[in-house]
């Protein structure tokens, strides 16, 4: 915030205290509240029997009026300075309308700002008893925008109860004060003034004609998205769908700025009241807007993730999307680019899937020859559980490798649509044949040590532990996932938010927009 944007925040100590002041300033003559800091240096001076208020208030009023100079020497400490009604220096320079002093003071000690004084009167309780919340800045904005946009709820429902009308006065950029609350993700304050906004989805901006939930969507603040998604209320229902100038639903801006726990509310949270398949005045769903940004080998995990979320949602692309002869081309020439690039990633990880499936054959060969615990080969703990369970894992381990890389060369035949189904089925099956090979080594080596209670059993919850560890590893690299199964996309709904946290923390921003 600016210098003189933040001249609308303060005003006025009380008027006991300043009637106080005056008397105790000279007895002979209440000195005017313009009174040069000369003047009033010159009382302090030849007034030596006044006591120790009367220094407080000397001090305060001198830095006042006194001008930048006094406010910019190091070694006054403002935030200790106060009258004996607590009123720091800020309270008297916005009582008096010092907009300059008052600028310097939020400079120097932004800590005044949440000072009150004996009667629990903030700046902003100062300012609105002196008239000042109507008052508009060089951007037009009142006070009430100020609030509304750090979210300073108690700020906004003083100015409420002052001046209701203020909830409908745009600044120059056409806000209004609800929409600098939501783009900064203030859901108390949003809560607050839509109680004097009987219609919302008339509180438009001028310039995209975007309502709450359109400037919240787009601005990735999820939490204001939440809040009107379970609101009941008809009229806030409205705002879901509504279309700005150029056709585009919250959905659709929250798909281009690659906001991923934006579009997963959206799609997710009472999902049957946010339409998927609408289309903007270019005949794009929220779909097409990301697939026009996503790139598998180029793309950011913010967009992977807001392509996982539609896709999961069952969003479609548009049938009918307005292309010229121009686009069609390049779209076109992009989509074959696309194919030559993916049979090329596609080739190279079918390489590396058949050198790791001859692995696994290799050791589960090598370890059915090679009988736990037998010298000779033959098998003479058949009765015991582990080794029991040693054949039936290593069988799994076995067969399901086998038949991994029997399904890789399916791939051998050059299809696209065949590669990416084999890739498809050989994945599970390649983790149900490395759990299978640990939980055989486990069993067969626990056969082996079991005589030695202790050391089988820390080796038994040592293998335990870390094959937990290799299957939660395994799972996470299919989530979160981007099937419409509801059981999938329950497991993927904590990774999902987890990995959107971790890519949206960094920008989260809460700047009042410009324009």
């Not at 919240?216 to 998604?229: P, Q, R, S, W």
């Not at 509504?242 to 056709?247: A, E, H, L, Y």
Request: net charge negative; glycine share 4%.
């Amino acid at each position: 915030m600016t210098g003189p944007e933040k001249k609308f925040f303060f005003n006025q100590p009380s008027q006991d205290e300043e009637a106080l002041s005056n008397k105790m300033i000279t007895k002979e003559k209440e000195p005017e509240l313009e009174a040069q800091p000369s003047e009033v240096t010159d009382v302090i001076k030849n007034c030596c029997e006044f006591d120790n208020q009367i220094n407080l208030i000397s001090e305060a009023y001198h830095l006042v009026y006194g001008g930048p100079k006094n406010l910019l020497d190091e070694s006054c400490n403002l935030t200790e300075i106060e009258t004996p009604m607590e009123n720091s220096v800020l309270h008297i320079a916005a009582w008096n309308g010092n907009d300059d002093i008052v600028a310097l003071l939020i400079e120097r000690a932004p800590k005044l700002l949440f000072k009150s004084n004996k009667n629990n009167d903030s700046v902003l309780h100062v300012a609105a008893r002196n008239g000042r919340t109507i008052k508009r800045d060089e951007h037009k904005r009142l006070p009430l925008h100020y609030a509304a946009s750090i979210g300073y709820l108690e700020g906004v429902e003083l100015l409420l109860g002052i001046c209701k009308c203020c909830t409908i006065k745009r600044d120059e950029y056409g806000y209004f004060p609800i929409h600098l609350a939501s783009y900064g993700g203030h859901v108390e304050v949003v809560k607050k003034l839509l109680q004097y906004c009987p219609d919302p989805t008339e509180m438009l901006d001028t310039s995209h004609k975007r309502n709450i939930l359109h400037i919240a969507a787009n601005h990735g603040k999820y939490e204001i998205v939440c809040y009107i998604l379970q609101s009941d209320i008809p009229e806030h229902q409205k705002l879901i769908n509504q279309k700005d100038n150029n056709g585009d639903t919250p959905l659709h801006l929250a798909a281009r700025s690659c906001h991923p726990t934006t579009v997963y509310y959206l799609v997710n949270q009472n999902n049957e009241k946010v339409n998927l398949n609408l289309v903007n005045k270019y005949n794009e769903t929220a779909l097409d807007i990301v697939n026009s940004l996503y790139e598998v080998e180029k793309s950011s995990l913010r967009q992977h993730l807001t392509w996982t979320a539609l896709k999961s949602a069952g969003a479609k692309q548009s049938k009918d999307k307005n292309l010229n002869h121009a686009e069609e081309s390049q779209q076109s020439e992009k989509e074959s680019k696309e194919k030559e690039k993916a049979s090329e990633r596609y080739k190279d990880r079918l390489e590396n899937l058949t050198i790791v499936s001859t692995l696994i054959v290799t050791a589960s060969v090598a370890s059915c020859l090679a009988v736990p615990g037998e010298a000779d080969g033959a098998a003479h703990n058949l009765k015991h559980a582990m080794f029991q369970f040693f054949i039936i894992f290593i069988t799994i381990s076995l067969f399901s490798s086998i038949s991994a890389t029997i399904i890789l060369f399916w791939a051998t035949l050059g299809l696209t649509e065949l590669v990416t189904f084999t890739l498809k089925i050989v994945m599970p099956l390649f983790g149900i044949a490395l759990i299978s090979l640990s939980l055989a080594f486990m069993a067969g080596l626990y056969t082996v040590i079991s005589n030695l209670s202790w050391l089988a059993n820390v080796f038994l919850v040592m293998t335990v532990i870390f094959i937990m560890v290799v299957v939660f590893l395994y799972i996470l690299l299919f989530l979160p996932s981007s099937s419409t199964i509801k059981p999938l996309r329950y497991i993927s709904h904590y990774p999902f938010l987890f990995l959107a946290s971790r890519t949206e923390s960094k920008t989260r921003q809460r700047n009042i927009p410009s324009e």
